[in-house]
T-cell receptor
Framework: GNSVTQMEGPVTLSEEAFLTINCTYT??????LFWYVQYPGEGLQLLLK?????DKGSNKGFEATYRKETTSFHLEKGSVQVSDSAVYFC???????????FGAGTRLFVKA | GAGVSQSPSNKVTEKGKDVELRCDPI?????LYWYRQSLGQGLEFLIY????????KSGLPSDRFSAERTGGSVSTLTIQRTQQEDSAVYLC?????????????FGPGTRLTVL
Protein backbone atom coordinates (compact mmCIF):
# COMPACT_ATOMS: atom_id res chain seq x y z
CA GLY A 1 0.00 0.00 0.00
CA ASN A 2 0.88 3.66 -0.07
CA SER A 3 2.77 4.91 2.96
CA VAL A 4 5.30 7.30 4.42
CA THR A 5 7.98 6.18 6.86
CA GLN A 6 10.14 8.59 8.77
CA MET A 7 12.80 8.07 11.38
CA GLU A 8 11.64 7.74 14.93
CA GLY A 9 12.42 10.46 17.38
CA PRO A 10 13.12 12.19 19.44
CA VAL A 11 16.23 13.57 17.83
CA THR A 12 18.36 15.65 20.19
CA LEU A 13 21.09 17.89 18.80
CA SER A 14 23.29 20.71 20.00
CA GLU A 15 22.96 24.12 18.39
CA GLU A 16 24.82 24.42 15.07
CA ALA A 17 24.84 20.65 14.53
CA PHE A 18 23.91 19.11 11.16
CA LEU A 19 20.41 17.68 10.92
CA THR A 20 19.06 14.83 8.82
CA ILE A 21 15.58 13.43 9.24
CA ASN A 22 15.02 10.46 6.96
CA CYS A 23 11.78 9.99 5.04
CA THR A 24 10.98 7.21 2.58
CA TYR A 25 7.73 6.50 0.82
CA THR A 26 5.87 3.90 -1.17
CA UNK A 27 3.35 5.11 -3.69
CA UNK A 28 1.86 4.27 -7.04
CA UNK A 29 2.36 6.93 -9.65
CA UNK A 30 4.22 10.16 -9.02
CA UNK A 31 3.28 11.86 -5.78
CA UNK A 32 4.17 15.33 -4.57
CA LEU A 33 6.21 15.34 -1.38
CA PHE A 34 6.05 17.72 1.55
CA TRP A 35 7.62 18.50 4.89
CA TYR A 36 5.33 20.13 7.45
CA VAL A 37 6.49 21.47 10.81
CA GLN A 38 4.58 21.85 14.07
CA TYR A 39 6.21 24.23 16.55
CA PRO A 40 5.26 23.90 20.22
CA GLY A 41 1.75 25.18 20.80
CA GLU A 42 1.16 25.96 17.13
CA GLY A 43 -0.60 24.34 14.20
CA LEU A 44 1.06 22.50 11.35
CA GLN A 45 2.54 24.63 8.62
CA LEU A 46 4.22 23.84 5.35
CA LEU A 47 8.02 23.91 5.52
CA LEU A 48 8.88 22.91 1.95
CA LYS A 49 7.68 20.80 -0.96
CA UNK A 50 8.77 19.15 -4.21
CA UNK A 51 6.37 18.15 -6.94
CA UNK A 52 8.54 16.04 -9.25
CA UNK A 53 11.61 13.86 -9.22
CA UNK A 54 14.96 15.61 -8.63
CA ASP A 55 13.25 18.79 -7.44
CA LYS A 56 14.77 20.34 -4.33
CA GLY A 57 12.52 22.12 -1.87
CA SER A 58 14.10 24.65 0.47
CA ASN A 59 13.01 27.08 3.16
CA LYS A 60 14.50 28.60 6.34
CA GLY A 61 17.80 26.80 5.71
CA PHE A 62 16.11 23.40 5.38
CA GLU A 63 16.39 21.38 2.18
CA ALA A 64 14.98 18.13 0.82
CA THR A 65 15.46 16.52 -2.59
CA TYR A 66 12.85 14.30 -4.24
CA ARG A 67 14.75 11.09 -5.04
CA LYS A 68 12.62 8.77 -7.14
CA GLU A 69 15.30 6.08 -7.41
CA THR A 70 15.49 5.68 -3.64
CA THR A 71 11.89 6.82 -2.96
CA SER A 72 13.21 9.25 -0.39
CA PHE A 73 12.75 12.87 0.67
CA HIS A 74 15.21 13.37 3.51
CA LEU A 75 15.15 16.68 5.37
CA GLU A 76 18.50 18.37 6.04
CA LYS A 77 19.80 21.53 7.66
CA GLY A 78 23.42 22.46 7.97
CA SER A 79 23.26 24.27 11.30
CA VAL A 80 20.24 23.92 13.57
CA GLN A 81 19.06 26.51 16.06
CA VAL A 82 17.14 26.18 19.31
CA SER A 83 14.17 27.72 17.51
CA ASP A 84 14.07 24.71 15.14
CA SER A 85 12.83 22.53 17.99
CA ALA A 86 9.53 21.14 16.70
CA VAL A 87 7.84 18.06 15.28
CA TYR A 88 8.51 17.47 11.58
CA PHE A 89 6.10 15.53 9.37
CA CYS A 90 6.87 14.08 5.96
CA UNK A 91 3.85 13.73 3.67
CA UNK A 92 2.81 12.83 0.14
CA UNK A 93 -0.15 13.56 -2.08
CA UNK A 94 -1.11 11.14 -4.80
CA UNK A 95 -1.16 11.99 -8.45
CA UNK A 96 -4.64 13.02 -9.45
CA UNK A 97 -5.85 12.48 -5.93
CA UNK A 98 -6.33 14.46 -2.82
CA UNK A 99 -5.71 12.21 0.13
CA UNK A 100 -2.49 13.23 1.85
CA UNK A 101 -0.56 10.55 3.69
CA PHE A 102 1.50 11.78 6.65
CA GLY A 103 4.37 10.10 8.42
CA ALA A 104 4.27 9.63 12.17
CA GLY A 105 6.35 12.75 12.81
CA THR A 106 9.84 13.22 14.23
CA ARG A 107 10.34 15.37 17.28
CA LEU A 108 13.52 17.47 17.24
CA PHE A 109 15.07 18.98 20.35
CA VAL A 110 17.91 21.46 19.89
CA LYS A 111 19.98 22.31 22.97
CA ALA A 112 21.79 25.61 23.42
CA GLY B 1 -6.22 37.61 6.42
CA ALA B 2 -7.75 35.13 8.81
CA GLY B 3 -6.47 31.59 8.85
CA VAL B 4 -8.35 28.37 9.44
CA SER B 5 -10.25 28.49 12.69
CA GLN B 6 -11.68 25.64 14.71
CA SER B 7 -14.01 25.49 17.66
CA PRO B 8 -14.07 24.56 20.40
CA SER B 9 -10.35 24.46 21.15
CA ASN B 10 -10.96 21.88 23.86
CA LYS B 11 -13.87 19.54 24.44
CA VAL B 12 -14.33 17.14 27.33
CA THR B 13 -17.25 14.78 27.08
CA GLU B 14 -18.55 11.62 28.64
CA LYS B 15 -18.49 8.29 26.88
CA GLY B 16 -21.64 7.78 24.85
CA LYS B 17 -22.34 11.47 24.22
CA ASP B 18 -22.36 13.08 20.78
CA VAL B 19 -19.97 15.92 19.90
CA GLU B 20 -19.76 18.44 17.07
CA LEU B 21 -16.52 20.03 15.98
CA ARG B 22 -16.51 23.07 13.73
CA CYS B 23 -14.07 24.28 11.10
CA ASP B 24 -14.03 27.63 9.31
CA PRO B 25 -11.67 27.41 6.34
CA ILE B 26 -9.84 30.27 4.71
CA UNK B 27 -12.22 32.23 2.53
CA UNK B 28 -12.07 31.10 -1.09
CA UNK B 29 -10.46 27.75 -0.35
CA UNK B 30 -12.43 25.06 -2.13
CA UNK B 31 -10.77 22.04 -0.56
CA LEU B 32 -11.26 21.10 3.10
CA TYR B 33 -9.75 18.20 5.03
CA TRP B 34 -10.27 16.64 8.45
CA TYR B 35 -7.49 14.72 10.20
CA ARG B 36 -7.09 13.06 13.57
CA GLN B 37 -3.85 13.24 15.52
CA SER B 38 -3.59 10.83 18.40
CA LEU B 39 -0.90 11.20 21.07
CA GLY B 40 2.48 10.31 19.61
CA GLN B 41 0.95 9.39 16.26
CA GLY B 42 0.96 10.98 12.85
CA LEU B 43 -2.02 12.51 11.16
CA GLU B 44 -4.79 10.16 10.17
CA PHE B 45 -6.87 11.29 7.19
CA LEU B 46 -10.61 11.28 7.92
CA ILE B 47 -12.54 13.05 5.16
CA TYR B 48 -12.08 15.45 2.25
CA UNK B 49 -14.41 17.98 0.61
CA UNK B 50 -13.77 19.60 -2.75
CA UNK B 51 -16.23 22.14 -4.09
CA UNK B 52 -19.59 20.58 -4.87
CA UNK B 53 -18.20 17.10 -5.44
CA UNK B 54 -19.16 14.17 -3.26
CA UNK B 55 -16.80 14.03 -0.27
CA UNK B 56 -14.20 11.32 0.11
CA LYS B 57 -15.17 9.60 3.34
CA SER B 58 -12.75 6.73 3.03
CA GLY B 59 -10.81 7.67 6.16
CA LEU B 60 -13.72 7.78 8.60
CA PRO B 61 -13.01 5.05 11.18
CA SER B 62 -16.61 4.03 11.82
CA ASP B 63 -20.21 4.97 11.04
CA ARG B 64 -20.27 6.99 14.28
CA PHE B 65 -18.25 9.62 12.41
CA SER B 66 -19.82 11.95 9.88
CA ALA B 67 -19.09 15.35 8.43
CA GLU B 68 -20.82 17.95 6.33
CA ARG B 69 -19.84 21.14 4.66
CA THR B 70 -22.53 23.75 4.25
CA GLY B 71 -22.46 26.23 1.40
CA GLY B 72 -18.98 25.17 0.45
CA SER B 73 -17.52 26.86 3.50
CA VAL B 74 -17.97 25.88 7.15
CA SER B 75 -17.64 22.21 8.01
CA THR B 76 -18.86 20.22 11.01
CA LEU B 77 -17.44 16.89 12.10
CA THR B 78 -19.87 14.91 14.25
CA ILE B 79 -18.95 11.96 16.43
CA GLN B 80 -21.89 10.01 17.81
CA ARG B 81 -21.79 7.84 20.92
CA THR B 82 -18.20 8.83 21.67
CA GLN B 83 -15.73 6.23 22.91
CA GLN B 84 -12.53 6.72 24.88
CA GLU B 85 -10.47 5.77 21.82
CA ASP B 86 -11.92 8.82 20.05
CA SER B 87 -9.79 11.03 22.32
CA ALA B 88 -7.38 12.91 20.05
CA VAL B 89 -6.70 16.27 18.45
CA TYR B 90 -8.93 16.81 15.43
CA LEU B 91 -7.34 19.00 12.78
CA CYS B 92 -8.97 20.79 9.90
CA UNK B 93 -7.08 22.08 6.87
CA UNK B 94 -8.03 23.90 3.71
CA UNK B 95 -6.37 24.60 0.39
CA UNK B 96 -7.10 26.69 -2.67
CA UNK B 97 -7.71 23.88 -5.11
CA UNK B 98 -7.35 20.16 -5.31
CA UNK B 99 -3.85 20.14 -6.70
CA UNK B 100 -1.02 17.77 -5.99
CA UNK B 101 1.28 20.63 -5.16
CA UNK B 102 -1.09 22.76 -3.15
CA UNK B 103 -0.23 23.72 0.40
CA UNK B 104 -2.71 22.83 3.09
CA UNK B 105 -3.32 25.44 5.77
CA PHE B 106 -4.08 23.94 9.15
CA GLY B 107 -6.26 25.15 11.97
CA PRO B 108 -5.13 24.97 15.61
CA GLY B 109 -7.17 21.84 16.23
CA THR B 110 -9.80 20.71 18.71
CA ARG B 111 -8.54 18.56 21.56
CA LEU B 112 -11.25 16.01 22.37
CA THR B 113 -11.15 14.10 25.63
CA VAL B 114 -13.67 11.33 26.20
CA LEU B 115 -13.96 10.30 29.83
Amino acid sequence: GNSVTQMEGPVTLSEEAFLTINCTYTATGYPSLFWYVQYPGEGLQLLLKATKADDKGSNKGFEATYRKETTSFHLEKGSVQVSDSAVYFCALTFTGGFKTIFGAGTRLFVKA
Amino acid sequence: GAGVSQSPSNKVTEKGKDVELRCDPISGHTALYWYRQSLGQGLEFLIYFQGNSAPDKSGLPSDRFSAERTGGSVSTLTIQRTQQEDSAVYLCASSLVNDRGDEQFFGPGTRLTVL
